[in-house]
């Protein structure tokens, strides 16, 4: 169906869908009486040849939409504000801007969000300023798939990749979509092709391609998080794939393939910090200096604030998983003498210091959260003896910090900090990682403290996760755990399931019984 407009005349109504109309065979002018006076008339020029479609727009407000698209092909934005009742014509970026112009969605919220029947997982929850819709998170996935090219303005920048890849879990319903792992500094990035948002200029690549998956996911009606990353001694590897082509575990990414062997930094250098301890798959770290720490911090600080002045709703901290904070953290790769190696004070201040000035780099209303690997998993091993590690107490010891440095959520992960981790050992267990979640949530209630927590790994099925934050409302409510149910988290976390289900969220929904709104196109298949 194509349209044409002319200026003939009082024929096009404010007030109802002129196209919609026309789409539904009239050609001509539209039919409606109370046109506005200096109206456009529009035409059909064409057959209808979407008819079908046509007819759904008939009974779905969102035919504004493809209204909008029509008219900025055919370059008439008079007749978008006029049918909007804007006063002056908008611009073309105010035209993509407005809300309804998007093929607005709400997939996955709940219709009846009070309604004691809904399930917790399909519940609203609140933090600060930022309401999810839902309580079902797409966990932080690097996708190793933006420009590598250091001289391109593209480099770390997201791509249209990102937008299919997010954009759709986006559509499908889920209530916080965590952009992956992005990098605070160039040589914060795992691989050459890893995402980085250490260029805030609001016309660098970098702050654009976020901005975009950010209106995209919106329209959706889904917030968005970014997790603030720099890999470490971790750092300058290639994707995994192209390791695992190799018959490697992890492949050194040289320079000219745009990696950055001469500066992998980390709390403390030498051979004998080399994360694989052979040199083979990962480069020799330096330590940083002290005024290097101080620029690390500022680097989380400002790309926080660029994310938020690119609409992010949700800023996350990374301190998991051996990158640098993890590494920081742990007296095994934290052997630095000065005020951030040894007590326990000394090796959280880079983690305390960064979470301080990103909360002070955001408003009062963005949520801060915090990934933390809660374990180690270095019992037993005779370099945890001497040294000591971080494990379930030190994190237990890490909760009381937490409020007064901002930190709304601990997202609860674990390992990832030594290659002799007992992982292997734990994994037999799929719930090795809720269950920390569980203990610390439950010393955050016992201590009345208002951290929430996130779980994450291994949650596969729709039960499984309601189960895990079940109770939760009741317990916030009552200020307590002890007499009411006893949730293990307040929201869930899903990587590898989205990637295998993208549709989770409405698949659970069914599973739990939940009304649940639907993405508009799709409603023709689904049926909740
Ligand atoms: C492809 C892929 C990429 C990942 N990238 C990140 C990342 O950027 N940041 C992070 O904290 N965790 C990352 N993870 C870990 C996940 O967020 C999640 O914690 C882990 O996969 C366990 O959850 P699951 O059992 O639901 O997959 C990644 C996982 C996968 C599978």
Sequence with gaps: MRFAATKAGPSFSASTGVVTK?????????????????????????????????????????????????????????????HHGLR???????????????????????????????????????I????????????????????????????????????????????????LIFV?????????????????LWDHSPESEQFKSLQRIVRFCHSQGAKVAVQLHHAGRKASVTAPWVATEAGKRSLRAEASVGGWPSDV???????????????????????????????????????AEAAVRAGVDVLEIHGAHGYLINQFLSPITNTRTDQYGGSFE???????????????AIPSGTPLFLRISASEWMEGHDVAAES???????????????????????????????????????????NYQIDLAAQLRKAIRKAGAPTLVGAVGFITEAEQAQGLVQGSDEAHAINDTVSGPEATADLVLLARQFLREPEWVLNAAKALGAKVDLPVQFRRAINL
């Excluded at 000394?346 to 002070?360: Q, Y």
């Design 22 to 82: 026309m789409a539904n065979g009239l050609s001509g002018a539209s039919k409606d009486s109370n046109a506005g006076k200096d109206g456009l008339d529009i035409k059909a020029v064409e057959a209808p040849d979407r008819l079908a479609m046509d007819d759904i727009f008939l009974e779905d407000t969102t035919g504004v939409n493809e209204e909008a698209v029509l008219c900025l092909q055919k370059g008439m934005p008079g007749l978008l504000y006029r």
């Design 388 to 430: 000591g590690t971080w494990n379930l107490e030190s994190s237990l010891q890490l909760l009381p910090l937490l409020p007064e440095l901002g930190i709304d959520l601990l997202d609860v992960s674990s390992g990832g900090n030594h290659k002799d981790q007992n992982i292997v050992k734990v994994v037999a267990n799929t």
């Design 346 to 360: 000394n090796r959280t201040r880079l983690v305390r210091e960064i979470a301080t000035a990103v909360r002070a």
């Design 180 to 196: 992956e792992a992005q990098a605070v500094q160039f040589n914060g990035r795992i691989s050459p092709n890893d995402a980085g």
């Design 88 to 126: 002056q014509p908008p611009r073309r970026d105010q035209v993509r801007a407005h809300p309804l112009l998007h093929p607005a969605n709400n997939g996955g919220a709940a219709l009846h969000p009070t309604d004691p029947s809904t399930p917790t997982l399909f519940r609203p929850l609140t």
């Design 128 to 175: 600060r300023d930022v309401t999810l819709k839902n309580r079902i998170v797409v966990s932080p996935m690097c996708m190793y798939s933006a420009e590598c090219d250091p001289s391109s303005p593209l480099v770390g920048a997201l791509t249209d990749y990102h937008i299919a890849h997010l954009g759709h879990f986006a559509v499908k319903g889920a209530g």
């Design 265 to 303: 930094v980390g709390p403390s250098g030498g051979p004998e910090n080399i994360w694989d301890g052979t040199g083979e798959g990962y480069w020799t770290p330096r330590a940083l200096t002290v005024e290097e720490i101080q620029d690390v911090v500022q680097a989380f600080a400002k790309s």
